[in-house]
């Protein structure tokens, strides 16, 4: 058991799960709003020996070299690599801190705004956020039945996407930085990247965050009349090709304003962006709460056993 577990902003854990934190520690405080310097951060940790984050604050080596009593550190967000997580996983491990984080909590909410957006674009369902009627992609409206749809990043999330997709009929190719043996039996080719942006008309990115993958070279062979989805948590591209890019008949959607890069953008006409994360659905916050739970139990009993 803890002595004192701290989450320094909210979490989005149903209230259950948030209840259930008492039975893991002497005692437990909730901040529900985020600590806007490091200094913050250090006296909200205090002399706690667990700590709880969700995915908006960072919690780096300067925070934690403050807070020495800290042996855990659960991430109540995605974490899927060290390099990406906006906690010094490598500070906090050479400080002999437990380091937690979780993953697929959210992507079927992604999965369902993918589908929704690239058939309201195909079709001219709807507005667009400024409230103009949209028009079908083509001339005349279509179905996803037959769109040449290329994935970048076969995760977890990339590969639901392309299941979705591949029911309603697309041509699905993908690219990875490791082959997908059970995707291609599936149907699925996989393309280097180059090959895989001139091909398909439709783009979907799905990586980790802070990975770019677009640069100038590669929106050269991505081309005009092109669809681009980034389902990430921050941009696949440098900005100024993407801009360069956007200059021409294509369409980029974005869930969030973080997956987009810029509040500038927002309102670029050739620009779709909903300012809502698609994962953030009552089924995913039950899902989180789960999994960190479970993280933090699984801790407590390797800690009890030693």
């Known amino acids: 058991m803890f002595k004192k577990l701290i989450a320094i902003e909210p979490l989005n854990l149903i209230p259950s799960a948030e209840k259930q934190l008492e039975s893991f520690a002497e005692s437990v405080t909730i901040y529900n709003d985020r600590p806007s310097s490091i200094e913050e951060i250090v006296n909200r940790i205090g002399d706690a020996d667990g700590v709880l984050v969700s995915y908006s604050t960072t919690l780096g080596s300067e925070s934690l070299e403050q807070c020495p009593n800290i042996k855990y550190v659960g991430m109540c967000c995605s974490l899927y690599s060290p390099e990406s997580a906006n906690v ?26 993918v589908v929704s957006e690239l058939i309201r674009c195909l079709h001219g369902f709807g507005t667009y956020p400024d409230g103009t009627q949209r028009k079908p992609w083509s001339e005349i409206p279509r179905e996803i039945t037959g769109i040449k749809v290329g994935i970048v990043g076969l995760g977890k999330s990339g590969g639901m996407i392309a299941d979705a997709l591949h029911f309603f009929g697309a041509e699905v190719s993908y690219f990875s930085r490791t082959r997908k043996p059970e995707s291609e039996e599936k149907g699925y080719r996989f393309l280097p990247l180059n090959e895989l942006l001139a091909e398909n008309e439709v783009i979907v990115t799905c990586l980790n965050k802070n990975t770019i993958l677009l640069h100038e070279e590669e929106f050269q062979h991505l081309g005009s ?18 801009l360069k890019w956007l200059s021409g008949d294509n369409l980029a959607y974005c869930d ?21 994360s698609s994962g953030r659905t009552s089924q995913a916050f039950i899902r989180l709460s789960e999994k960190v739970l479970a993280n933090i139990t699984s801790y407590l009993k390797k800690q009890s056993a030693t």
């Open 88 to 113: 010094d996983i490598a500070y906090a491990n050479s400080r002999g801190i437990v380091v937690d984080g979780i993953r697929d909590y959210g992507d079927e909410g992604v999965v369902e705004y």
């Open 225 to 242: 009349r092109k669809i681009l989805f980034n389902t990430g948590l921050s941009p696949a591209w440098d900005e100024e090709p993407f």
């Open 256 to 276: 969030t304003v973080g997956a987009l890069g810029s509040e500038k953008l927002v309102n670029h006409p050739k620009v779709v962006c909903m300012e809502v």
